[in-house]
């Protein structure tokens, strides 16, 4: 009985964790999330060439597996791993590690402002204030980030899960 008990337990606190962790501790969620992957048409991405270069390159990451503390499209890699990448890739301007520090790398910018290639920040873990999440922007509603769950999707950031734990958008300095 204690077995049985102890497996709905996990099976339980696997479904509600989401979101790329900041730590190696399971985060739970209070409401069950279900990631959805988003279909985009790149060709119709509006914005200048330094834009939809980060769009497109974050576009080759979609199918890459999660990995924790990884950024690397072979053996998988974390929400914060990819957006290093991406732009290191394209610009050779290297972030910070985690999503909280590339929060603080990044200058803020109004929801008015944001552009194909901006980032996006969320606070998934147990605490509502410490941003744990990042992913890039393809447009106005679209981002694209690593979900512990499915890997690198496209989704949406209109549902009620990213609306709430919606923290900022930012822009990495230099670049446009």
């Given amino acids: 009985m204690l077995r049985l008990f102890g497996a709905v337990i996990l ?3 696997l479904l509600t964790t989401s979101g790329c962790k900041s730590g190696q501790k399971s985060v739970k969620n209070k409401k069950h999330h279900t990631e959805q ?6 060709d119709k991405i509006r914005g200048n060439a330094k834009q939809k270069a980060i769009v ?4 080759t990451w979609i199918g890459v597996p999660y990995a924790y503390a990884k ?3 072979q053996e998988g890699t974390d929400c914060s791993g990819m957006v290093l990448r991406v732009y290191l890739d394209v610009f050779d301007v290297k972030l910070p590690r ?6 603080e790398f990044c ?3 109004g929801k008015g402002d944001v552009k194909p290639g901006d980032l996006v920040f969320f606070a998934t873990g147990s605490d509502p204030d410490k941003i744990s999440h990042v992913g890039i922007m393809i447009d106005d509603v679209n981002f694209v980030h690593a979900s512990t769950k499915k890997g690198v999707v496209v989704s949406r950031i209109d549902t009620p899960y990213y ?4 923290r900022q958008f930012g822009r ?3 670049i446009y």
């Fill in 107 to 109: 200058k803020k910018i």
């Fill in 11 to 13: 099976i339980g606190a």
């Fill in 163 to 166: 609306i709430r734990t919606f």
């Fill in 172 to 174: 990495v300095p230099g």
């Fill in 98 to 103: 985690n999503s909280a520090k590339q929060a």
């Fill in 71 to 73: 950024s690397d499209r």
């Fill in 37 to 42: 992957t988003v279909k985009i048409d790149t």
């Fill in 56 to 59: 497109e390159e974050a576009m």
